[in-house]
């Protein structure tokens, strides 16, 4: 089975914070993603990267940036972490271009206070 | 521009019933289609997939109907038990669009003992 982790579960932050969150999967995946949920607006693509040192943009970046210098981790900053960046945030995997099923970490809950 | 969405936020239904949520998308070009439970406090778990040669598919207790004329989609559950209780969401995904997945809203489904 694909096991994807996720470094916490629920984070508490200061506006203007910076923010990591670590994704890591343990399949040798070559895609990772990151979206945030929100209630009422689904599942949003922030980053995703299908490469180690690859990245790309998704639907809504802006003051989100990404980091993969290993294969198998995947991280999401928030250089200055603002409240309407509070929400639930998803990292999640497919093996390759051909493989589309998306394995998902159980999340992390971050408030920005 | 693309969209995915569910026509109801909400489901109810008795146990032992049988649960049908549904989804509507914009895309003609979507080729893959993709039903996710998401438990509370988890992330979204894979149920069922289906491409668009096919009309529909089954699952353990779950079947997948495509209609690709009004571009419909719907998840039937079989004799829903408790733990069916969760959101479910419906995705998307087109040839065009490099592991790129469109997710809807979802819909809460509701179980009654």
């Known amino acids: 089975d694909v096991k994807v982790t996720q470094s916490s579960r629920y984070l508490v932050k200061r506006t203007g914070e910076k923010v990591f969150l670590e994704c890591v999967q343990d399949?040798?995946?070559?895609?990772m993603f990151w979206y945030r949920q929100d209630p009422g607006l689904g599942l949003r693509l922030i980053y995703f990267?299908?490469?180690?040192?690859?990245?790309e943009k998704g639907d809504i970046p802006e003051g989100y940036s990404v980091s993969r210098e290993k294969k198998e981790r995947f991280s999401l900053i928030l250089e200055s972490a603002s409240t309407n960046q509070t929400s639930m945030y998803l990292c999640?995997?497919?093996?390759?271009?051909?493989?589309?099923?998306?394995?998902f970490g159980p999340g992390t809950r971050l408030l920005v206070l | 521009g693309e969209s995915v969405g569910l026509h109801l936020p909400t489901l109810s239904v008795q146990e032992g019933d049988n649960s049908i949520i549904n989804c509507a998308y914009s895309n003609s070009a979507s080729d893959y289609f993709i039903w996710y439970k998401q438990e509370s406090g988890k992330g979204p778990q894979f149920i069922i997939d289906i491409r668009s040669n096919m009309d529909k598919r089954q699952g353990q207790r779950v079947t997948v109907l495509l209609n690709k004329t009004v571009k419909h989609l719907s998840l039937q559950i079989a004799a829903t038990q408790p733990g069916d209780s969760a959101v479910y969401f419906c995705a998307e995904k087109s040839k065009t669009s490099y592991d790129k997945v469109i997710f809807g809203p979802g819909t809460s489904l509701s179980v009654i003992p």
């Open positions: 999640a995997t497919t093996q390759g271009q051909r493989q589309e099923t998306q394995y």
């Open positions: 990267s299908y490469d180690v040192k690859m990245k």
């Open positions: 399949m040798d995946h070559e895609n």
